[in-house]
């Protein structure tokens, strides 16, 4: 099985200048993210032992899945600007 | 301030579609597409019925980067130790014009907004849409890397999570009952061995969908199309339903697993994957459609939730063709009569209607509920496979009459359950 981040590294990222999806401040304890924990096809939400939610952002694949899993109250929720993130070679 | 007669965001399919009608008529059209590239941010399962669609672009398809015409269709049922399979194929898929192919959108994509560049459409990558441009409620333009762009119409083609739509007002933030969440790899084989190891030949491919087990019992399924040299192996699950349900793992180990069954790594043995994608799927059916016009906009392909999951097909980019095209007609209509406002835009309503597009979302309007039966993704998979298993055992004892097997797992109760579901089942 391959690891996830391996095989996330088999896709094209272009850096992005600044995160484009954020958990909203005071909102890092919404069990709303825990769905984002387990729907993110990356990986990307993590739910710390003092139930603090976190999201790294590198790796994302803008699919939206946690925009429509824990909804914009939650989420500051937007795609990164032209030409940035992940570009998808086969699609 | 640039002005364009049209301007479209997001260059997948439906924006495409329209920028190559549009432009076959002369009208000044920019493609806005965010992506390094048309293709860069769009991810399909990979299958693409032309019957629908062929038509609508006459002298487009014989060029077109397809990968394998599908001939052979399969489904597993998987039950959680045991699984069913069945095959189908037949002369009207092996014959004549293919039915269906699958495709890789980077490249599809790509080589479509050429061919709308050649007739005249412009395409500017590398640029995010973040809101529209209104005055007097009528949309008249969009922001763009912090510039305005203004068109007499805007077509929205930006995608399922439909941002611009639900700026304008035309729909709420979606539910997540009503998508799902589709994770793919490409995985690499010489086209040789894809050829063998489904039994194709040279420029044919298989399709095969998966539905039981892998969820969870959540609902969803698993697809395999071949291409010419490589896979598109993906797991799709309601959005929904992984929020709702702790116990079925998270989406990643899901497709591990999936990745791992004994009827699915045999397939894919010696790839080597080559990308992992995900997107969102619109799985709500006509009830989850967004509004599709307003002054000055009109909302095609995933953005205005054009796909359809019928169990044994799964659809969206023909949906997403033909409503860009319908789009583009309507739009040319409308500068006949030189108005763009919400009346005469609503004639795209009308010819989607009229079309196979609003044709099929209401035929299948009750399919997504009927589908969501948990029985399908657990109980039927479980019983078939116990039913099979028991058929096929030789115990080292007398064997039971085959009625005494049949009736051990079709038990009254047990048929009385699936009379029931067979009766919503007739619905679709």
Known sequence: ??????????????????????????????????AAVRACPSGLYEEGADGVFTLTIDGCLECGTCRIACGTEVLEWGYPEGGAGVQFRFG | MERFDVIIVGAGLAGLAAAYTLAGEGVEVVVLERGDYPGAKNVSGGRLYLNPVRDLFPGLWDEAPLER???????????????????????ELRN??????????SKFDRWFSGRAEERGAMILAKTLVTDLVRENGKVCGVVAGGDELRADVVIACDGVLSLLPEKAGLRAPGLSRDYAV??????????????????????????????????????????????????????????????????????????????????????????????????????????????????????????????????????????????????????????????????????????????????????????????????????????????????????AGPKSPVFTTLRRHLTLSELWTMLLDVKEVAKI
């Not at chain 2, 998987?78 to 002369?91: I, K, V």
């Not at chain 2, 004549?96 to 890789?104: T, V």
């Not at chain 2, 040279?202 to 199309?225: K, N, Q, V």
Request: glycine letters at 12%.
């Open chain 1, 1 to 34: 099985m391959t690891d996830l981040k391996t095989r996330l590294g088999l896709n094209v990222f272009k850096p992005l200048p600044a995160p484009h999806i954020r958990i909203r401040p005071g909102m890092e304890r919404d069990p709303r993210l825990r």
């Open chain 2, 69 to 91: 015409a599908i001939v052979r269709e399969g489904a597993t049922l998987m039950a959680r130790n045991r699984s069913f399979t069945f095959h189908y194929t037949g002369g």
């Open chain 2, 96 to 105: 004549g014009k293919p039915q269906s192919c699958s495709i890789l959108r």
């Open chain 2, 182 to 395: 589709g994770i793919k790899e490409v995985i690499r084989l010489e086209p040789g061995v894809i050829s063998d190891r489904f039994t194709v030949g040279d420029g044919e491919g298989a399709a095969h969908l998966f539905a039981g087990d892998i969820t969870r019992g959540l609902f969803g399924g698993g697809f395999l199309y071949t291409n010419r040299d490589s896979l598109s192996l993906g797991l799709v699950v309601s959005i929904g339903d992984m929020a709702k349900e702790a116990a079925a793992g998270d989406a990643p180990a899901l497709f591990d697993a999936f990745k791992a069954r004994p009827e699915v790594e045999p397939l894919i043995r010696g790839g080597q994957t080559v990308e992992y994608g995900a997107h969102v799927i619109p799985e709500g059916g006509y009830r989850a459609l967004s509004g599709l016009c307003g002054d000055g906009l009109l909302v095609a392909g995933d953005s205005a939730g054009f796909a359809l999951n019928l169990g044994f097909t799964v659809r969206g980019m023909e949906y997403a063709l033909a409503s860009g095209y319908y789009a583009a007609k309507t739009v040319i209509a409308a500068r006949k009569a030189g108005r763009f406002d919400a009346t005469v835009l609503a004639a795209y309503r009308q010819s989607l209607e009229e079309s196979f597009v609003l044709k099929d979302f209401r035929t299948f309007k009750d399919t997504p509920r009927v589908l969501a039966n948990p029985h399908l993704f657990g109980h039927y998979p479980e019983l078939i496979g116990n039913l099979l298993r028991d058929l096929y055992t030789v115990p």
